[in-house]
């Protein structure tokens, strides 16, 4: 069973930077496939960023936050971050934390276990 907690959500103008956190087990950190997604209302559930924590940090960003956004590991803390840096008003979202088993090729399909979600509201 992976847990799965966000924080670190907000209230920022444009421009600005938020860090989130997702604390989970160290089991968690050793070899599966972990992201952030984000939903706003009426829209669908978007992939931010997807990483495999068991090795060198290779991630998937999607092409909206690609430059601005960085999801990084500490294996000490059993924490996943995700900087986000430059944020605009269309980032405006419920952010979540997931992790699932990485398939062989490419990155998963469903995601197992979800957190609870942290908002993160970006307007002047």
């Known amino acids: 069973q992976v847990q799965l907690h966000e924080s670190g959500g907000g209230s920022v103008q444009p421009g600005g930077s938020l860090r989130l956190s997702c604390v989970t087990s160290a089991d968690a950190l050793r070899g599966i496939c972990m992201g952030w997604f984000r939903q706003s209302p009426g829209k669908e559930r978007e992939g931010v960023a997807v990483?495999?924590?068991?090795?060198?940090?290779?991630?998937f960003y999607a092409d909206s936050v690609k430059d601005r956004f960085t999801a990084a590991k500490a294996y000490d803390k059993n924490i996943l971050y995700l900087q986000m840096d430059n944020l605009q008003p269309e980032d405006t979202a419920m952010y979540y934390c997931a992790a699932a088993p990485c398939p062989p090729v490419g990155w998963p399909k469903e995601y197992n276990y979800w957190g609870q979600g942290t908002q993160v509201t970006v307007s002047s």
């Open positions: 990483m495999y924590t068991g090795g060198p940090g290779v991630v």
